[in-house]
T-cell receptor, first 114, second 111 residues
Framework: DAGVIQSPRHEVTEMGQEVTLRCKPI?????LFWYRQTMMRGLELLIY????????DSGMPEDRFSAKMPNASFSTLKIQPSEPRDSAVYFC????????????FGPGTRLTVL | SQQGEEDPQALSIQEGENATMNCSYK?????LQWYRQNSGRGLVHLIL?????REKHSGRLRVTLDTSKKSSSLLITASRAADTASYFC???????????FGKGTRLSVIA
């Protein structure tokens, strides 16, 4: 199995631009998680899905952030418009049960907003 | 909100020494997990200990859990330079809730 796949690995954009991060979970995993990691705040859970349905988006910082999971093998995290404070590493993770036991992380997308 | 808090924030040791990292948490848990993150990479699961377990081993890793003190420790024996990474604890409170991660301990093993 290729593991969790994220793209792009690096993204540099200018303030105000739309950013779309992509994630392909491990086949057969029916829970998907989006995290943001910064030095100041550590690893924060933004949103998670069970069976493609958003369960908890209380970690999404603002309305500028949105996430979708149109099918079991694909999810996007969109920031529109982006701001410099959104600069961080964004991780996607997946697992089999809903929110428990081992999570498998992707390599992350390093986002820099200028 | 942060559930687990690792201590120390950073640890530097010589190769061959043992490294001990601690994690404290606030609410009751189903299980506690330890993850490792190499620089520029995603987190990788190391070991899981359930609330009814007190100690668990995996290779050079030893994890203890004290639910009365709401704390856990991760011991890496005979450390190697390749163990240099950040180590995170993550707790699963109950039922269908997601993991909550601490801020991690940065371990440097000097050859």
């Amino acid at each position: 199995d290729a593991g969790v796949i994220q793209s792009p690995r690096h993204e540099v954009t200018e303030m105000g631009q739309e950013v779309t991060l992509r994630c392909k979970p491990i086949s057969g995993h029916n829970s998907l998680f989006w995290y943001r990691q910064t030095m100041m705040r550590g690893l924060e859970l933004l949103i998670y899905f069970n069976n493609n349905v958003p369960i908890d988006d209380s970690g999404m910082p603002e309305d500028r952030f949105s996430a979708k999971m149109p099918n079991a093998s694909f999810s996007t995290l969109k920031i529109q418009p982006s701001e410099p404070r959104d600069s961080a590493v964004y991780f996607c993770a997946s697992n089999i049960p809903g929110g428990t036991d081992t999570q498998y992380f992707g390599p992350g997308t390093r986002l820099t907003v200028l | 909100s942060q559930q687990g808090e690792e201590d120390p924030q950073a640890l530097s040791i010589q190769e061959g020494e043992n490294a001990t990292m601690n994690c404290s948490y606030k609410t009751s848990i189903n299980n506690l997990q330890w993850y490792r993150q190499n620089s520029g990479r995603g987190l990788v699961h190391l070991i899981l200990i359930r609330s009814n377990e007190r100690e668990k081993h995996s290779g050079r890793l030893r994890v203890t859990l004290d639910t009365s003190k709401k704390s856990s420790s991760l011991l890496i024996t005979a450390s190697r330079a390749a163990d240099t990474a950040s180590y995170f604890c993550a707790t699963d409170s109950s039922g269908n809730t997601p993991l909550v991660f601490g801020k991690g301990t940065r371990l440097s093993v000097i050859a």
